[in-house]
């Protein structure tokens, strides 16, 4: 069997592969905890966890290597080892020490991760090692790159969001760019994530805009060429069917009272966002379009599921400054439009709510929005597709894709009045939405195809000569000197 520890390679079309997820900064456990309350949680963890648990059903054993924590502000992720409920004999989740013992945010984590790497090592000195390396964001890209360099194992490259973006859409200039440096720590994203790009077997993104696109950023040049079909394989990421679907029987008494608790008026429609506190969701721009548009305010309620509060003018003092700073602008839009009464901000605290929520609003014709400025992929509109909700959705990134043949609406996420058009729209041909959204949710996003796609591809590499880098090294005055162009053409 291939092993971190040699590249020895006979064996690696062995039935019962074994693969290891590279998640430097992912809490993964079996609760889901904080899922929404980090920006550093949300689609990501999701992502892998579910992709995990498809490959295991085809047979993988999965080591998913992330952080251990002892923090009391963050219980629950000290044990060494741990899992998901479900497949426990072939999922785990190998949390390491390396960092110190207390959360850090996933920009603290860079001067660690030569450590994460030491620990990988020692873990697998002494027992069966993985056969391959899956690699997700830019910190599991730069361990990846060490494991490689210091073992051959071989990886397949998951970025869910780059750096280069990023700085786009926070509007970085060369009047903030140190303070931005300081705070991001953007050349050392963009070097981690260059270092990838050239060292991975394969690129795998969730859309064609997403390579074509993204990949092909000034700050990517010389590392990555995304018109080369070799290096690149488009595999769209799926939904717990098991979870999100129109089976109302599913729903479980408790949870359909909790949710029903807060959403008084379920029967009426409602537009429905679900999202942590940050910025770049956008959240304020649907705020801005539903209080400015009388016809919304005729037609619908607004729904904000925020997980940890259902009354944040009572609770706003709880939240971390950094979602104060969010916050307080959408509730004083809300105030000074009058319109306290007809929005409602909701508790959701696991995805089986979150589902049941979905379902009850369904049924009074709602619809789903996603506001953000920028969206990679897009799994939230999806899922709320695959209960019956309609959806509208920013035009920026993935669902431009996902929604493009007429299955859901698409809005400039900066301009609210286009959002509430967009929401309109959505409202009034919800039935015909609804039914071609569904349709496409079936048929293309479902885990078990995501990780046929991964599967392949990792066999595929595997039985193929290891394939080198263009060059050994991605100097720094290379990155420096296309940063300062970009600085000079924004």
Known sequence: MTTIMSSDRTEALAPRMYVAFLNPQGNFDRHDSYLTEHPDFGGQLVYVKELALALARRGVRVDILTRRIEDPQWPGFSESLDDFGELADQVRIVRLSFGGPAFLNKESLWPHLGEYVDRI???????????????????????????????????????????????????????????????FHFSQRLAAERAGMRWADTIITSTDEERFKQYAHLLYRNAVDPLDDERFRVIAPGINQRIFNQDR???????????????????????????????????????????????????????????????????????????????????????????????????IGSQRQLACAYRLLARSGSVFALPSLFEPFGLAPIEAAACGLAVAATRNGGPSEIFRQGSGELFDPADPDSIARALNSALHHRDQLVGRANQTVVSRYTWESTASGYLETMQANLAMPRRQPLEDSDPAAERERLIEQYLNEI
């Open 249 to 347: 029987a599913s729903d479980d008494e408790a949870e359909i009272d909790q949710v029903a608790r807060q959403l008084p008026y379920a029967d009426q429609p409602h537009i429905v966002v679900s999202s942590r506190l940050d910025a770049k969701k956008n959240i304020a721009g649907v705020v801005q379009g539903f209080c400015r548009s009388e016809q919304l305010n005729q037609q619908a309620r607004l729904a904000l599921f925020t997980r940890g509060t259902n009354n944040p003018w009572r609770d706003l003092n709880r939240f971390r400054e950094a979602e104060r700073a969010v916050l307080e602008p959408i509730l004083k839009t809300i105030e000074d439009s009058d319109q306290r009464e007809r929005v409602h901000f909701v508790d």
């Open 121 to 183: 090592v020692e873990f697998y000195r002494t027992g069966g090692s993985p056969d391959y390396l899956s690699a997700h964001y830019a910190d599991g890209a730069a361990a990846a790159v060490m494991l490689r360099q210091r073992t051959g194992t071989g990886f397949t490259l998951t970025s869910h969001s780059l750096g280069a973006q990023k700085m786009d859409k926070l509007g970085v200039s060369r009047s903030n760019y140190q303070q931005m440096e300081r705070r």
